[in-house]
């Protein structure tokens, strides 16, 4: 049992540019979740994978998000046309499954110039 | 839907002393009950969860918190604090069923714990 694994720890970009990030769940971790933490605040629920599947993403913030989960693996969530507000910690979690205890990961901190 | 309620931003306490980190919920459905620890620059670690079963559970580190199902709380306590517990606390509700949605945490805003030395 590594943990959950996020990439990168840190990004910086200018506005108008697309980011990426990775999360690597903990090994026959089958529920993957993304939340968002701004300064002073507790994370915001995203957007969650079971296995490969998407099954809630009503969350995500705008069209401008998006997330993928290929294989049921890793998973990376998208961020088109950064704008001012993105600047945030990006945390992902996963679980053994459905009411499973979720561990997170260290998160991706993006700020944008 | 449910929300969380951390009455204290901020708690500031001596080494050695008591605390309480006060948590308060609200929710149409039965829910799980977490705390979880952040240090700075890291994600949160769990500290301890309530599913079912006994009302008060216990941390491997002497933290413990009692589920009040009456007065909607899970407020945290230590009996006596260590420089190395400064971090800040959130406490999460999850619904306890699939129906009610997806197992998503909602969290509080989260206490700011400092020990004095």
């Known amino acids: 049992d590594t943990g959950v694994s996020q990439d990168p720890r840190h990004k910086i970009t200018k506005r108008g540019q697309n980011v990426t990030f990775r999360c690597d769940p903990i090994s026959e971790h089958n529920r993957l979740y993304w939340y968002r933490q701004t300064l002073g605040q507790g994370p915001e629920f995203l957007t969650y994978f079971q296995n490969e599947a998407q099954l809630e993403k009503s969350r995500l913030l705008s069209d401008r998000f998006s997330a993928e989960r290929p294989k049921g693996s890793f998973s990376t969530l998208e961020i088109q046309r950064t704008e001012q507000g993105d600047s945030a910690m990006y945390l992902c979690?996963?679980?053994?499954?459905?009411?499973?205890?979720?561990?997170f990961g260290d998160g991706t901190r993006l700020s944008i110039l | 839907a449910q929300s969380v309620t951390q009455l204290d931003s901020q708690v500031p306490v001596f080494e050695e002393a008591p605390v309480e980190l006060r948590c308060n919920y609200s929710s149409s459905v039965s829910v799980y009950l977490f705390w979880y620890v952040q240090y700075p620059n890291q994600g949160l670690q769990l500290l301890l969860k309530?599913?079912?079963?006994?009302?008060l559970v216990e941390s491997i580190n002497g933290f413990e918190a009692e589920f009040n199902k009456s007065q909607t709380s899970f407020h945290l306590r230590k009996p006596s604090v260590h420089i190395s517990d400064t971090a800040e606390y959130f406490c999460a509700v999850s619904p306890s069923f699939h129906g009610a949605g997806s197992y998503q945490l909602t969290f509080g805003k989260g206490t700011k714990l400092s020990v004095i030395p």
């Open positions: 309530y599913l079912s079963g006994s009302t």
């Open positions: 979690a996963s679980s053994r499954g459905p009411g499973e205890p979720q561990h």
